[in-house]
Nanobody, 129 residues
């Protein structure tokens, strides 16, 4: 399994960004979760948003709910994360990761850093004026 994240950069507060995660290697597995995690300087890595590959159900962290949309393009094997109304506290390295044993909790895929099986290199998002 390989995951390649892209799309990070410097954005002004209030701006928007779309991150892309190109995934490959999922040859025989159907029930897994792809997600975006981030780690800010001095903070623990947190799950931002995850999407179920089997049925498209999604999870959003409270810190980004209402500002973030996760989507997938099965034909391109790509998962996107759109972030709107960016805030300085969104500054972090964003990682694309896969959780191979999908679990649904309260109707959404579990999106825990502790469950990550594969993680790609991160892409830096800096929100600053």
């Amino acid at each position: 399994v390989q995951l390649q994240a892209s799309g990070g950069g410097l954005v002004q507060p209030g701006g928007s960004l779309r991150l892309s995660c190109a995934a490959s290697g999922f040859t025989t597995v159907s029930f897994y979760t792809i997600g975006w995690f981030r780690q800010a300087p001095g903070k623990e890595r947190e799950g931002v948003s995850c999407i179920s590959n089997s049925d498209g159900r999604s999870y959003y962290a409270e810190s980004v709910k209402g500002r973030v949309t996760i989507s997938r393009d099965a034909a391109k094997s790509t998962v996107y994360l759109e972030i709107h109304n960016l805030k300085p506290e969104d500054t972090a390295v964003y990682y694309c990761a896969a959780i191979m044993f999908e679990r649904i909790v309260n109707g959404a895929p579990k999106c825990s850093d502790h469950d990550i099986d594969y993680r790609g290199k991160g892409t830096l998002v800096t929100v600053s004026s």
